[in-house]
């Protein structure tokens, strides 16, 4: 119609302004535009994102979760990257997985929600929710579709039905705990706020407060088998135990301060680093495979040491990538890292992931 009413026009055809105005709400209304050029797609993996949980359940899978809601997976080693759609925009803290179609995510707002088909859909699962504070923060997975989370105001809820439906292991406290781990021979420990360390021996019926001697937060525990295990946290906290987590030692780290640390083999101009504040440990995992520990901080924070935890050694990953990771997976051929970016660390060479 526009184009009849131009042609008139060109021809001196007066045309009445309201017959001009009809043509114009008739294209507004009626004639859609068609699309051109090519669709802007939004990359998986933006330099702003913020990830806080990884898991790597079978070689070539990863599964990422971040805040606003985001789930990425890569199904080939983190060389492409896809965003699946969580259905909600609270932040994702964590995600665990029994196998490449099998995973749980947990978050803020007490969210937990469950997949059964890798990813392609995720549902809400039926979590309880107290009436103060709820926010999830770690969880993991074992055999038979048992599961466990922890999180703030002292929450710790388990599944038994692949993270269909939860409930309370214990009555919820006044301090967040932020991880939870079970040693090789099936005892559970979790580690938080205030140096807290729980302990349970018969799977999460009771509960034991363990003495700590440490104020800061630990945010992270890990075990070698059912007597060794290794807790670490805020301000480079450092802690062991050899009797299964009845009592737990401070030990030292040399990596408090930059200067004392070491740097990573090939990285250049590690001595002009300059760092005057004390680390954060936010993640430590024992690889049985290369019977090493390997963590993950603050600013770009690497650590690893022997089984006994007596010889540590840290770095950066890169002179200039500062990033802070919360998570790690370890695989045969590196450690890859999730935080402010995701990346794999072979030992001597940082590679950031992007979105291809």
Known sequence: MVAALNKLTRLGVGVSPWLVIAGLLYVGLFVKPEPVGSTVIPTAIEARDRFYGLVNPEPQVLWAVAADGKIVRSDDAGQSWQVQDSGTNVHLQDIAAWDSQKAIIVG???VAMYTENGGQSWWQADAPRNDVVNKLLDVKVFANGEAWA?????????SHDYGKSWKYALEPD??????????????????GEFGTILLSEDRGQSW?????????????????????GIAAGLDGILLKTSDGGHSWQRIGNQFANL???KAAPGVP??????????EHIFTLRWHPLQERWYGAGSKGLW????????????????????????????TD????????NIGRWDGTRWQVYQSR
């Open 108 to 110: 803020n707002t007490g």
């Open 150 to 158: 922890v999180g703030s105001f002292g929450t710790i809820i388990v």
């Open 174 to 191: 006044d301090y967040i705990l932020n991880e939870i781990t079970e040693r090789k021979d099936g005892a559970l420990v979790a580690v």
């Open 208 to 228: 034991k407060n363990i003495p700590s001697t440490v104020e800061s937060s630990l945010m992270t525990v890990d075990f070698v088998d059912a007597q060794t």
């Open 259 to 261: 200067p004392e640390a």
């Open 269 to 278: 101009n590690a001595s002009s680093w300059q760092d005057v504040t004390t």
């Open 303 to 330: 650590l690893k040491a022997d089984a006994d935890g007596s010889n540590w050694r840290a770095g950066r990953l890169a002179p200039k990538d500062l990033s802070w990771h919360t998570s790690i997976a370890l």
């Open 333 to 340: 051929n590196g450690v890859i890292y999730t935080g402010r």
